[in-house]
């Protein structure tokens, strides 16, 4: 049936447009800088358009760094966190939200402060752990702090409450285990919060620059955030174009996954109160 | 002790650092020196060895190691220059980038934690020397590199690099801060050079009112060029080891900030971090920024315009600081030690010292280097003489282990200063010196 027009859904629909104009204007931008001139990129009579596609820009940038090898240990990293955090998030989501146990709520209250605790405050001790358990210089070690999260699991077990008490305890009487439970029934009720939470740990792992900085040494094992500190000279400044260029190429892949995983991502969001 | 003294550092750096994207707000840089204080005071997990301080053995019998590691903050990591070191002595140097100067003091900083350090390092003059030094990790240069060697560099660059009377690492990529100016605007509205900061904001006001941009801004490391002018005031953050940030000479150095950011409105607010990209543009009369940008902005200016440079401004005396970095070495085995002062000799080569010069704009640091034909090229530039005459100037900026704090605390401060005209300047200077006064007691304690 057609939407009747009434300048209420215009105005509604022009605010919207704004809104995603103002979100959108930095990737459009970086998306053009990416194929300027350096002298082009800040000028005064601002134009979004390059006056000539510099497609070398590219090209430069790709060379400046070993970003294939960079490119493959980011997916490496980025695919051990999320098959561990889908994992490991949502059994101990699970067990906070369904499972009955002395000291439930003084731990989930424990995990919870844990979010209070600042990244840069474990870089050393976890350096320290990487180094003792060999894991230096390798994808393991780069994804080490982000095996689990706790906002993730926080965000999965409010999920996992709002699965109703009945059906749990009708598969239990039908003879599955808890973990039969846990795989048969809690986690199809929950696909679209396990996609959000696979994208974002996905995101974390991508956009992670301190730890893989910290436990890397060599340019072999180095992820692509780093890679984009090549091309900035530490006394003579960033080379914009350049660094346009690296960033768009490394947000394709988080672009992508974001556009196909679009709706799980809404859906999961809404499904655990979180919004 | 040592061992808290680097987790101290090492978390305060950290946290300065991921903090400094908060850009005004005043909690950044309490956050980090507080973090910094409180893992002084209550760390001692992960036990290791710590490393000793005994004097360095005599390494002239000892055969070189094979292999050493190199920490660069070069993206190329001096590749050529490894390679024909390799060539040369049969040793081969690992070298790997590591960013920038932050970067690379984080990297130190968990490298002594972990017990995990290369040979050598190119080490930023901005902060964390002190502390790497206080862990026993960096081997102070002037027990390893030969004396004709230590002789030779010009006196003004080991100021930055001594500490506790120990000259620490060796000057290498040195730079200073300048005056760059618009020259082909200068020149066509009879526009006078500045030579003092109160002469940079007249001139600012005048650039404005006859051609409309901005007069004057400084470049992405502001804090630097604050704290230039500070010292061309004749004061420093900490004078006689008490903290002397809340004084008229730097009190006077924020109002003048302020002119020229709210007041007269001739430097953009808050926009350092194309500050470079602006003036090589066009759109600002002048930039205080490092001599060893000036091939980076003569190609980014092109044919758009003339740059000139000038010193950079006097308020009431001229004692430059000194930027860029310097080589370090950390412990070893005797064999790679002997290997590693082989290399930081062959880097400081008279010859490939002026090379660097003239390819980038970094000083020379020794006398022999200035004497080379390269360097005489070098000086055929008009504006690479007034960086050389600048060099008369070269201060007294003693590396402390507040360095760290001091740049955030004045980070934050000029941030305040361009964005909040009500700022209480007295107030903010005299927090400054209580966060300084409580680092220095902190780290006195645990030294």
């Known amino acids: 049936m057609k939407k009747k027009f009434t300048w209420k859904v215009l105005v509604r629909h022009l605010v919207l447009i704004a809104c995603a104009a103002v979100i959108l204007f930095p990737f459009l931008w970086m998306f053009f800088a990416s194929f300027k001139e350096e002298s082009e990129v800040f000028v005064e009579d601002f134009h979004l358009l390059p006056e000539t596609w510099r497609f070398q820009n590219y090209l430069d940038a790709w060379n400046a760094a070993p970003f294939g090898s960079f490119y493959i240990n980011s997916i490496k990293a980025a695919l051990i966190s999320v098959v561990c955090q889908t994992c490991f998030c949502s059994m101990a989501a699970y067990a906070f939200a369904k499972i009955e146990f002395a000291g439930k709520r003084l731990l989930f209250s424990l995990m919870l402060a844990m979010m209070i605790l600042p990244e840069e405050a474990a870089i050393i001790p976890n350096y320290l752990l990487a180094q003792k358990l060999g894991l230096v210089n390798t994808s393991f070690g780069i994804a080490m702090t982000t095996l689990v999260s706790v906002f993730n699991i926080f965000l999965l077990r409010q999920t996992f409450m709002s699965i109703p008490n009945d059906l749990i305890q009708s598969a239990r009487l039908d003879g599955c285990s808890m973990l039969q439970v846990f795989r048969h029934v809690a986690v199809p009720n929950a696909k679209g919060s396990m996609a959000t939470v696979a994208l974002l740990s996905f995101l974390t792992s991508w956009n992670n620059y301190m730890w893989p900085y910290m436990v890397t040494d060599q340019n072999q094992y180095r992820t692509l955030q780093i890679g984009l500190k090549y091309l900035i000279k530490p006394d003579a400044g960033p080379q914009w174009p350049m660094i346009m260029a690296a960033s768009t190429i490394i947000l394709l892949p988080v672009m992508l996954l974001f556009v196909f995983l679009q709706k799980y991502f809404v859906q999961g969001m809404l499904t655990s109160g979180i919004k | 002790m040592k061992k808290k003294l680097v987790y101290a550092a090492a978390v305060g750096i950290f946290s300065s650092i991921a903090l400094m994207g908060c850009s005004s707000s005043e909690t950044a840089s309490t956050t980090a020196a507080t973090a910094a204080q409180t893992t002084a ?98 081997l102070p240069v002037e027990d390893y590199i030969s004396e004709d060697i230590l002789e030779d560099i010009l006196p003004g660059f080991w100021k930055r690099f001594t500490y506790k009377d120990t000259k620490v690492i060796l000057p290498f990529q040195n730079s200073m801060p300048m005056l760059y100016y618009n020259k082909t605007l200068f020149d066509e509205n009879s526009i006078e050079i500045p030579t003092t900061l109160d002469e940079v904001a007249a001139t600012a006001k005048e650039i404005k009112d006859k051609t409309g941009i901005y007069g004057v801004t400084l470049n992405s490391d502001y804090p630097w060029y604050f704290m230039a002018l500070m010292y061309n005031s004749g004061t420093a953050p900490l004078v006689d080891g008490q903290p002397s940030m809340n004084t008229e000479a730097v009190k006077n150095i924020c109002q003048k900030i302020q002119q020229l950011a709210v007041t007269d409105q001739t430097m953009p607010a808050n926009q350092h971090a194309t500050a470079q990209e602006d003036f090589c543009n066009g759109n600002i009369g002048m930039l205080m920024t490092s001599c060893a940008s000036y091939a980076t902005i003569q190609n980014l200016v092109g044919d758009k315009f003339e740059v000139g440079i000038a ?77 050389d005459e600048q060099l008369q100037y070269l201060g007294s900026a003693a590396v402390t282990p507040v360095d760290s704090l001091v740049w955030n605390e004045v980070m934050d401060l000029i941030d305040s200063l361009e964005a909040d005209p009500e700022i209480n300047i007295d107030e903010r200077l005299a927090e400054i010196d209580t966060a300084i006064a409580d680092y220095m007691s902190e780290y006195a304690g645990n030294e």
């Open chain 2, 41 to 138: 005071g209550g760390t001692s997990a992960a036990a290791s060895s710590e490393a000793d301080t005994t004097a360095a053995e005599d390494l002239s019998e000892v055969q070189p190691a094979s292999e050493i590691t190199f920490w660069s903050t070069k993206e190329d990591c001096f590749s050529e220059l490894c390679a024909e070191f390799e060539a040369e002595t049969g040793i081969k140097v690992n070298a790997t980038y590591m960013g920038g100067y932050d970067d690379m003091v984080n990297k130190v900083m968990a490298g002594i934690a972990g017990e995990n350090l290369p040979n050598v390092a190119q080490l930023g003059q901005r902060h964390g020397l002190a502390q790497m030094y206080d862990s026993g990790w960096l």
């Open chain 2, 311 to 387: 010193m950079f401004p006097e308020v009431t005396t001229m004692d430059i600081t000194m930027g860029g970095n310097g080589l370090g070495m950390f412990k070893s085995t005797p064999e790679e030690e002997k290997a590693a002062t082989m290399f930081i000799e062959f880097m400081l080569d008279p010859q490939r010292i002026a090379e660097g010069s003239l390819n980038s704009g970094y000083v020379a640091v020794t006398n022999a280097a200035t004497e080379t034909e390269t360097y005489q090229t070098y000086l055929e530039d008009p504006n690479r003489q007034v960086v």
